[in-house]
């Protein structure tokens, strides 16, 4: 019931990582400068990875990609942001210099080219004595410049530059950021630097503040709909340069987030799923599934995502074609990826005669790293395929592994279906670099036990993400009557004595 596809499926997953790590090309020198010292102080963990990945022939184009993504004013020519930020690295070099190293590349230099200017600085105290989150507190980094980081040079309205200290004989010093909800630290930051001699001064709560740097880091990113996608040859894609901000579906979403008012001239619903990524992001395939008003099977999908703060973070316009369900609706699959959090998510969908349907809903992206067992979300699918896609794009978000799953949307089947589902699990214990994870699913009708599985064990991706696929025949002699059933997934982790529970229900037909 469970080893079938799960061999089939470790055996490509395995396949696909080893020619994942075979086709990585070595960073010439040149990139290598440009990842960890030119652009080191705002490029996301994500973008690293992603970076590191692709091959050489791609770079040149990734830092295109790079820059336009953090470009806040398309309607130009000019690259305002680059712009702004090549001014404020030539600020860092000229005042932030230390023995061996530009000022750029000092941890004051770094923090300055995030940040910016602080409010003020506390000479001789610590970050804690400071009274701001920076040695534990606090919801996110910051600093001047606006949403996004939208003016990375701009001076702000604290200690300029110039006057910052830079060692003089002073033990420690700290920067002090004011409050600054639009670019996420609404209860302030403090940063604090200790002079190590001809080191000059090191950042020494980089580690307490490392999250909310990345939070900023991102929070640059004001084009994520201008992305790194690949095409089926595995090569980054150029971007389509065309950017209308009064296209109609820009003008609908605006009008959208303004008056919170949904159209269902286009019925459709929204159905996510949550599963654990890279740098402490959650991968959020959702399914899209169309029931009515539909005119053709080309449409424009477009939406915007908002975190708890009221501030967009995300926005995309995508020309799509919709397939068509066993069920007779259409369905498209949208790819989303955002850290742990509450998000407000706007999606529309405009047809080709301009008719168009609009939903809201909130997101509240759980967080897989709290340190006790926990399991993704649990995809039940109808069908399970390989195509070798390894990277979700939209229309075919639904991949793992190298397998495209597509959901099982109602929850009922006849005796000559399969019960099918797919997840993984999370923080569970190892001995001897082994775990001893296990699922078993029981079935229940009328309040009545009518069988279980035999306890399986999980399938171990890396050290930290363990997966299992069940396929359960509902020609068993278990499921002969028809109507109602409950199915029960129970995983154990024997090793740290934790156990959790999923239950469905599902109907039988006759």
């Known amino acids: 019931m469970f080893n079938k596809r799960l061999r089939a499926f470790a055996f490509f997953s395995l396949i696909g990582f080893a020619a994942t790590g075979l086709t990585q090309e070595k960073l010439s020198g040149r990139d290598k400068k440009w990842m960890e010292k030119e652009v080191g102080p705002i490029i996301t963990k994500q973008e690293i990875a992603m970076f590191q990945q692709i091959s050489k022939d791609d770079r040149k184009l990734f830092k295109e990609l790079f820059w336009m993504r953090r470009d806040f004013d398309r309607a130009t020519k000019e690259n305002e942001f680059k712009k702004g930020y090549e001014a404020r690295v030539d600020v860092a070099d000229k005042n932030f210099k230390i023995r061996g190293a530009k000022g750029s ?4 230099g770094k923090i300055f080219l995030l940040l910016g ?13 400071a009274g701001l989150p920076g040695a534990g507190g606090g919801d996110g980094p910051g600093g001047p410049g606006g949403p996004g980081g939208a003016n ?24 002090v950021y004011d409050p600054n909800p639009q670019m996420g630290i609404p209860d302030g930051l403090a940063v604090e630097f200790r002079n190590q001699g001809q080191f000059g001064m090191r950042l020494a709560n980089g580690n307490d503040i490392a999250e909310r740097l990345e939070r900023v880091k991102e929070r640059f990113i004001t084009n994520p709909g201008i992305n790194y996608a690949r095409d089926e040859k595995g090569r980054l894609k150029k971007p389509d340069n065309k950017f209308d901000p009064n296209s109609p579906a820009k003008l609908l979403l605006a009008s959208l987030r303004e008056t919170g008012e949904i159209s269902t001239d286009i019925d459709f619903t929204l159905s996510p799923v949550f599963f654990r990524s890279s740098a402490g992001q959650i991968f959020i395939p959702i399914d899209v599934v169309i029931s009515d008003g539909l005119s053709g099977e080309d449409v424009t999908i477009f939406g915007s995502v908002e975190n708890a703060d009221g501030f967009e973070i995300y926005q995309f316009e995508e020309p799509a074609t919709v397939s068509k369900t066993k069920g007779g609706k259409h369905a498209y699959e949208l790819p989303l990826q ?27 992206v759980p967080d897989f790293d709290s340190g006790e067992l926990k399991i993704s979300s649990m995809l039940l699918f109808s069908e399970a395929e390989q195509t070798g896609d390894e990277m979700a794009q939209f229309g075919n978000a639904f991949l793992f592994g190298g397998y495209h799953f597509t959901p099982k949307r109602e929850m009922v089947y006849t005796t000559k279906d399969q019960f099918s589902g797919v997840f993984n699990a999370y923080n569970f214990g190892v001995e001897g670099d082994k775990p001893e994870l296990t699922v078993q699913v029981r079935f229940f009708k009328d309040g009545k036990k009518r069988g279980q599985t035999k306890e399986e064990p999980f399938m171990l991706q890396s050290a930290e993400v363990a997966l299992t696929i069940f396929d359960i025949p509902l020609s068993l002699p278990n499921f002969k009557d028809p109507g109602v059933y409950r199915i029960e997934v129970h995983v154990m982790d024997k090793i740290k004595g934790e156990r959790l529970k999923e239950e469905f229900e599902l109907v039988i037909e006759g």
């Not at 200017?117 to 004595?129: F, H, K, L």
Request: charged share 20%.
């Open 152 to 175: 990375p040079a701009g001076d702000g309205a604290g200690v300029d530059a110039a006057q910052l200290n830079r060692g003089g004989g002073t033990s420690s010093t700290t920067w």
């Open 117 to 129: 200017n602080p409010s003020q600085q506390q000479r001789g105290r610590s970050a804690d004595a």
């Open 105 to 108: 590349e000092s941890d004051m």
């Open 338 to 364: 955002f850290p742990p959090g509450l998000y407000t998510l706007y999606v529309g969908l405009l047809d080709e005669s301009q008719v168009h349907g609009t939903q809201i809903i909130d997101l509240d």
